[in-house]
């Protein structure tokens, strides 16, 4: 499976962003998906898991960021009023069981 997240970028605080991942490959045998983080000296973290009918967030976004899963393959990342501290490198990973698939991880400052 191989994982391309997109959307990142740089933001005022309080603005919203859209983080999208798409997956290629045996996507069939996809069963959980999911987005992690992780910021400048930080380790990485859990954002939001999506498997099956469950739903899966850190505290620290509960009520601010939404996750979605559009079909198979497609993953989604709802971020609203976004705070400096969400500043980071954000992953997109899926699972199918056995394997985690990783992707390369897309950009998101918080800034003014």
Do not use: H
């Not at 509960?62 to 980071?88: C, H, V, W, Y």
Request: aromatic share 8%.
């Amino acid at each position: 499976v191989q994982l391309q997240a997109s959307g990142g970028g740089l933001v005022q605080p309080g603005e919203s962003l859209r983080l999208s991942c798409v997956a290629s490959g045996r996507v069939f045998r996809i069963n959980g998906m999911g987005w992690y983080r992780q910021a400048p000296g930080k380790e990485r973290e859990l954002v939001a898991l999506s498997t099956g009918s469950i739903r899966r967030y850190a505290d620290s976004v509960e009520g601010r960021f939404t996750i979605s899963r559009d079909n198979k393959n497609s993953l989604s990342l709802q971020m609203n009023s976004l705070e400096p501290e969400d500043t980071a490198v954000y992953y997109c990973n899926a699972v199918d069981g056995s394997q985690i698939f990783w992707g390369p991880g897309t950009l998101v400052t918080v800034s003014s």
